[in-house]
């Protein structure tokens, strides 16, 4: 099956520092990533859609500045989280749609575990 | 507003027993995706079920099931046998109109606990 991978799965970084996080669709071309957050015991949280070659469309309440969205190739998205504060520690996660026939099964990366001192 | 509902923040069911889990939802649209995923404490999301809202049948996947309620607007999942391993958060997730692609709502998930 699909299988989108995601790195680093944990990252500890120092307040005011800026982490990014890949999301890559290793074996189907993922037009649209999407980007959630998680925080403990509470549900995914859209943060924005990424499509290939355009900007990223970012929900209500995400600030695009403080989290940098790029979709440079058809099987990588990052998501960079710029000076980076304790209040932005939190789970992470990407999925990736291929082809609207693979709608039915949206892969979703293993998520990345953000702490920030 | 909230379109999808999930209101068992918490369940218990005994090892081997059928457990459902809840999941209304609220859409106006006539075509959308109902989608049940399992996340461990490793935190990974595990597709378990799929339904559209034009299938006639409700779907089913080994031990999963899903009670398709279309007129209530629910989209419950049914666990069969249970096993430990099910222990988890369950979270039920809709797909509205499909020129959004697979953007997700999800509801506020469901812990299960399977007790030996």
């Known amino acids: 099956g699909a299988v989108v991978s995601q790195h680093p799965s944990r990252v500890i970084c120092k307040s005011g520092t800026s982490v990014k996080i890949e999301c890559r669709s290793l074996d189907f071309q993922a037009t649209t990533m999407f980007w959630y957050r998680q925080f403990p015991k509470q549900s995914l949280m859209l943060m924005a859609t990424s499509n290939e070659g355009s900007k990223a469309t970012y929900e209500q309440g995400v600030e695009k500045d403080k989290f940098l969205i790029n979709h440079a190739s058809l099987t990588l998205s990052t998501l960079t989280v710029t000076s980076a504060h304790p209040e932005d520690s939190s789970f992470y996660i990407c999925?990736?749609?291929?082809?609207?026939?693979?709608?039915?099964?949206?892969?979703f990366g293993s998520g990345t575990q953000l702490s920030v001192l | 507003a909230q379109k999808i509902t999930q209101t068992q923040p918490g369940m218990f069911v005994q090892e081997k027993e059928a457990v459902t889990l809840d999941c209304t939802y609220d859409?106006?649209?006539?075509?959308?995706?109902l989608f049940w995923y399992k996340q461990p404490s490793s935190g990974e999301m595990i597709f378990l079920i799929y339904q559209g809202s034009y299938d006639e049948q409700n779907a089913t996947e080994g031990r999963y099931s899903l009670n398709f309620q279309k007129a209530r607007k629910s989209a419950n999942l049914v666990i069969s046998a249970s096993q430990l391993g099910d222990s988890a958060m369950y979270f039920c997730a809709m797909r509205e109109r499909e020129e959004y692609g697979n953007k997700l709502v999800f509801g506020a998930g469901t812990i299960l606990r399977v007790k030996s």
């Open positions: 859409t106006s649209d006539q075509s959308y995706g």
């Open positions: 999925s990736a749609q291929g082809s609207w026939a693979t709608n039915e099964k949206l892969f």
